[in-house]
């Protein structure tokens, strides 16, 4: 007994040994300048530093709240992404669908290879790429054009600069969003499907009645985990993609505290808001972990 | 006991992050002892032996005796074309600093253009500035000189300037110095804004040949002019790719030298867009929201809807994509400082033709433009450095064999020039530039003499890369061989130097002063809410997004969002001149 | 009951479908792709579709020239090297003591809720950079490998997979006197071979494409990494700075935006990634689904 506890000591510290460097650098690199928040409270002036600028106390904070671009940012930011989880679920759950029906591998090997692939690409090289198929005699327009529609500046107008930007993340992640539908398909019994065949089920009600149901706690279960984004537009997209021009319609949480904060040096403002989105997705992912373990029984730890 | 803990991991963590503070504090009083030890030690060099080595060093060329070492920020350049050997930390230029100067230049750090500002903020956060730093932004200018950062050039500026600085600020009047001085102590340098840098109009002569056009003076005519490219298409673009007036993808209306700008449109109607002017009682406003500012707009949404403007321009990615078409010879026209031909367009058409206008011109037959901002891009001393002065000698060394004046070192650096190595990849204050405020009609003059008479004038500052410019134009005139290398760089000689360079300062120019170039207190707070809803004003009306009508909702909202504010302020810093 | 069926019209839906969806995802490759092998009027004038016009291979010829690109290209290709090596030896460290029961490893739960929350704080770019330069590692590749050091997701992916490996290999082992370094070498490295294939692609995806850091911390041009390179020549020019530019640096930066130019590099720089992504693409299906669904 005595000699298992000991035994049980020793490996703990093995344990302990093998966390350290990553801790260490987790320690340094993210614990570290979690000190820096303190500059959401000051009035920061670079000149002064850290220690010899002025506490503000919430100051930063109220000014948030009485910015009219805060609510117009937050709209945006809220838009923005509930629009690519909500789209982009459904279209990775319809795609998976399509993939599980299809019979032919060779097919199906083929299309999800080119559907990953986008995933893999950076916004940097993504953007240049939007901006060549959206601009104004770029191969959409052009397309749409065939369908007799009036060609469209897509990424400088306001009108269409949000339903882009989730299109465009939709496009790069839904196929790489499928593959934990897909993989939960491949666990369905193969019998469910022949026993409703047997019972003269058509395609529609086997899609309906079983493949559905079977991934249903997936679908749930991602739901849940992606509340802990809704903060998260997608600074890299955004980034790359905006213009002065759409502002007002694509200006997120993430490109308001770089422009602001960066490059107007309002430092502590623009830590105010970063914090102020830190807190918010913290309540938010714990929340929703709590929520996943609940109804999914699903614990990360 | 937890809490403790907790407490003490809480601390950690400023400790680390204050270390720098405390380091740079105990620096700076490092490096005043060093100062103090330097002045006694040069002290006793006067004293003794050294009285004229001491005072060599104390010219504008004078030789270190004892190496110095000076760290530069700069602005990083993106495309420098290097050669082996060359590179912005290790070059001619800088073995020629060492060689004659004794310094040796260090670079801290590099940013690109639109970065470094933010860089700079970031470094001066950390508590760490360079011995000399490149500013591009007046307002952090501003800021690091009340809070004591920056060392006080008067004294400096009066000894170590050489003459060819003294002889080019001379020429700005003292103007650009000006703001740079605070309480009567001058705390940065500031690069030449040189002169005539307004836009003018560019059109294509040949398309004007073929169609037999008259260079257009007066709006009217401007429109006839670019409603006959655009229906005709005298360049064979195919029909419906001709461009009238090719115009600026975000900033369509800006300030001052904007190539691709529409401004010239607007100061034809007495109206200066995006600058604080002056009424005839004194009261300042700002230009974009004058009443006239909406007959511009009209004349523009008119345009685009006719299609004389380039229906797509928003789509252009900034002004990239504007030049390349105008360099594939797809644009009849566009608004562009003297410099605004590319050798590109040349390369793509060796057969193209440009002429230049003084268009449109207002109600009196003059053509209003701008001034240009006393001030651009500054150098400063951190106050930190022990050697303020090595700033105005490695600036002194760079324009000697720059302009040729020490014309061994040119011998050396030139070669490298020539074979495209930018200049401010290898020049250590980057960007930095001295010039006589009048260069580029003097220029201009020049060039004319030898293209027309073949004798090439000038006066004592007629520099070795005046002539240089000038012989360009002239091969050009004479007829190049398209296949010469050198040939597109000739075109924009002659197009830039002789064609457009001598319009700049005819009887019909009319300069209008700002009365305020710079930013105020609420500036940083206020103007970027502001400008983003002026660009988008002038983008909405001109597409039709929005109509004409929506100029007077942009005014009242610019006031409400904190235009009266800056407005005050402006007035208030105007009336304080 | 295997027999071949007949191909009905809900096959042919599905398969086009499926096609449609694979094309979609194609389409703006070959568009830059045409775009990079076109000549710069039809570019500029969007008249490229999925087919070169006037074909050409001008762009490329220009990367060829331009020894930036190159510097940068093999900044990139030696930053995802260390930087990959660095993430999976730490990723594979935390994440085997992570994946033991609470009862096994009493203080996995400290551990864990530090990690979770490192995931959604962060101190804002102000710290970082201080820090980074306090560190000394300011215009080192070091820079921007260092601080994103540990990739938390990838840790928790990895500890999840490792969750699945049954029990009774670990015991097995320890009877035979392994240690837990031993165990983790032997026994689950090479179960995990899918996991460990999916991360690397992750790491590597994940150092290729990052721009920002670079922009940050990066003090000179040829230690720029490729993507935020190509990222400084997008950028459109504000006309104060243009107003302070020479003649010459205006054509330079204009000469640099050209479509063509820019699409031919945005295609060499996707060349890594489309050459490297095939093979690990079988994996890594497994992968995530093992260490993010689990039972």
């Avoid at chain 1, 005699?137 to 882009?164: A, C, D, H, T």
């Avoid at chain 2, 909406?294 to 685009?304: A, Q, R, S």
């Avoid at chain 2, 010879?329 to 040349?346: K, M, N, T, V």
């Avoid at chain 2, 061989?481 to 760089?489: F, L, R």
Wanted: some cysteine; aromatic content about 12%; hydrophobic content about 45%.
């Amino acid at each position: 007994m005595g000699n298992k506890y000991k035994k049980r000591n020793v490996t703990e510290r093995y344990y302990h040994l093998m966390l350290l460097p990553g801790m260490a650098f987790l320690f340094l690199f993210h614990i570290v300048p979690l000190g820096g928040v303190v500059i959401a409270f000051q009035n920061f002036k670079p000149v002064k530093g850290i220690f010899g600028s002025q506490f503000v106390g919430l100051d930063n904070f109220r000014r948030l709240f009485y910015l009219p671009d805060f609510w117009q940012i937050l709209e945006n930011t809220l838009l923005i992404a509930v629009g690519k989880i909500g789209m982009g679920m459904l279209m990775a759950v319809v795609f998976a669908v399509l993939l599980n029906e299809c019979r032919s591998t060779v097919l199906k090997r083929l299309v999800q290879t080119s559907v990953y692939l986008p995933h893999f690409l950076s916004w940097v090289i993504l953007a240049v790429m939007f901006s060549n198929l959206l601009s104004y005699g770029g191969v959409v327009n052009r397309f749409l054009g065939l369908f007799g529609m009036e060609p469209q500046m897509f990424l400088v107008s306001n009108k269409w600069f949000r339903s882009i930007a989730v299109l465009g993340d939709v496009w790069k992640e839904f196929g790489y969003n499928a593959v934990v539908y897909v993989a939960a398909m491949t666990s369905i019994d193969p019998g469910l499907y022949e026993a409703a065949k047997i019972d003269g089920a058509n395609r529609w009600d086997r899609i309906w009645h079983i493949t559905i149901p079977s991934i249903l706690p997936t679908i749930i279960l991602m739901m849940t985990l992606n509340m802990g984004q809704i903060m998260n537009a997608g600074f890299d997209e955004i980034f790359n993609l905006y213009s002065p021009l759409v502002y007002e319609t694509g200006d997120i949480i993430d490109t308001y505290v770089y422009r602001v904060g960066l490059t107007n040096m309002q430092y502590s403002f623009g830590t105010a808001v970063g914090l102020f989105k830190s807190v918010i997705s913290f309540i938010l992912l714990a929340g929703s972990y709590k929520l996943a373990d609940k109804f999914a029984g699903y614990r990360i730890f | 006991m937890k809490l403790k803990r907790i407490a003490a991991l809480l601390l950690v963590p400023c400790v680390i992050l204050g270390g720098c503070q405390s380091a740079a504090v105990s620096d700076e009083t490092e490096n005043a002892d060093n100062r103090q030890a330097e002045e006694t030690e040069t002290g006793t060099q006067q004293d003794g032996e050294g009285q004229a080595e001491a005072d060599s060093a104390a010219s504008p060329k004078g030789r270190y005796e004892e190496p110095v070492e000076v760290s530069i920020s700069k602005v990083m350049v993106t495309n420098p074309h290097l050669i082996e050997g060359q590179s912005p930390s290790d070059n001619v230029v800088l073995d020629l600093i060492k060689e004659d100067l004794n310094i040796d230049v260090k670079i801290a750090w590099e940013a690109e253009s639109s970065e470094y500002n933010n860089k700079l903020s970031l470094n001066i956060a950390s508590g760490d500035l360079p011995d000399i730093m490149y500013i591009t932004n007046y307002l952090t200018f501003r800021e690091m000189a009340d809070n004591d950062m920056l060392a006080d050039l008067t004294d400096i500026y009066e000894t170590y300037a050489g003459d060819y600085m003294k002889q080019t600020y001379a020429t700005f009047g003292g103007r650009n110095l000006e703001p740079l001085t605070i309480d009567g102590k001058l705390y940065a340098l500031s690069t030449a804004n040189i002169g005539y840098g307004h836009n003018i109009l560019w059109l294509r002569k040949d398309w004007l040949d073929k169609l037999g056009l008259e260079v257009p003076s007066t709006m009217e005519e401007l429109k006839h002019v670019l409603r006959e490219f655009v229906e005709k298409d005298p360049g064979g673009n195919g029909p419906g790719n001709t461009i009238g007036l090719a115009i600026h993808a975000t900033k369509p209306v800006a300030g001052y030298g904007n190539k691709f700008g529409v401004e010239p449109i607007f100061h034809s109607l007495g109206v200066y867009p995006t600058q604080w002017m002056k009424d005839d009682a004194g009261n300042v406003y700002y230009g974009s929201i004058a009443p006239e500012m909406k007959e511009g707009l009209e004349i523009l949404h008119d345009m685009y809807e006719e299609g004389l403007i380039d229906r797509q321009f928003v789509t252009r990615v900034g002004s990239g994509e504007t030049d390349a078409i105008v360099d594939s010879g797809l644009a009849g026209a566009w608004f562009a400082p003297w410099w605004g031909q590319s050798g590109d367009s040349y390369i793509n058409n060796p057969d193209i033709e440009l002429t230049v206008s003084n268009a449109p011109l207002d109600g009196e037959g003059k053509f209003n433009h701008l001034l240009p901002s006393p001030t651009a891009d500054l150098v400063a001393v951190s106050k930190d450095c022990p050697n303020p002065e090595a700033l105005l000698k490695i600036i002194n060394e760079e324009y000697d064999i720059y302009r040729g004046i020490d014309a061994e070192g040119m011998a050396k650096v030139q070669p490298i020039f020539d074979q495209g190595v930018s200049r401010e990849a290898l020049f250590p204050t980057g960007g930095f530039n001295l010039d006589y405020y009048d260069v580029v009609p003097k220029l201009g003059k020049l060039c004319k003499n030898l293209v027309e008479t073949g004798v090439m004038g000038g006066d004592e500052t007629t520099t070795e890369y005046d002539r240089w410019k000038a012989e360009g134009a002239k091969r050009y005139a004479d007829g190049i061989d398209p296949s010469d290398p050198n040939a597109p760089n000739t075109f924009r000689d002659y197009y830039g130097r002789y064609v457009g360079s001598n319009i700049l300062d005819t009887p019909e120019n009319n300069p209008v002063d700002a009365a305020y170039y710079y930013t105020t207190e609420s500036s940083d707070r206020l103007k970027p809410t502001l400008d983003k809803l002026e660009e988008q004003m002038y983008l909405q009306i001109i597409t039709g997004e929005k109509p004409l009508e929506y100029f007077d909702e942009f005014v009242e909202q610019w006031k409400k969002l904190g235009g009266d504010v800056l407005t005050q302020e402006v007035q208030v810093m105007v009336d304080g001149q | 009951m295997k027999k071949k069926r007949k191909i009905s019209t809900a096959d042919i839906l599905i398969a086009f479908l499926l096609i449609v969806c694979g094309l979609m995802c194609l389409i703006p490759i070959l568009n830059t792709v045409a775009i990079s092998f076109s000549d710069k009027t039809s570019a500029a004038m969007g008249r490229v579709g999925l087919w070169p016009i006037n074909f050409n291979v001008a762009g490329y010829r220009a990367i060829l020239e331009e020894k930036q690109f190159f510097h940068s290209f093999f900044v990139s290709v030696r930053r995802v090297a260390a930087g990959t090596a660095l993430n999976m030896t730490l990723t594979i460290l935390m994440a085997y003591p992570l994946s033991k029961e609470p009862g096994k490893f009493r203080a996995k739960k400290y551990y864990m809720w530090i990690v979770i929350f490192l995931m959604m704080f962060n101190g804002g770019i102000v710290p970082n950079f201080i820090l980074v330069k306090n560190l000394n590692l300011m215009d080192t590749i070091w820079a921007l490998i260092l601080p994103g050091a540990v990739p938390v997701f990838n840790v928790i992916l990895l500890m999840n997979f490792f969750k699945g490996i049954p029990d009774s290999l670990e015991e097995a082992a320890v009877i035979d006197g392994a240690n837990p370094l031993q165990i983790l070498i032997k026994v689950f490295l090479p179960m995990s071979k899918a996991a460990l294939a999916t991360i690397t692609l992750f790491c590597i995806v994940n150092h290729w494409n990052a721009f920002f850091d670079g922009k940050i911390y990066i003090n000179s041009l040829e230690k720029l990494p490729l993507q935020t390179y190509i990222q400084s020549l997008v950028v459109d020019l504000n006309p104060e700075q243009m107003a302070s530019m020479t003649p010459e640096q205006m054509s330079e930066q204009m000469q640099l935006s050209s479509l063509t130019f820019n699409s031919a590099k945005v295609v060499v720089s996707m060349l890594p990634i489309l050459l490297i992504y095939p093979f690990l693409q079988k994996y890594f299906v497994t992968g995530i689904v093992m260490g993010a669904v689990k039972e």
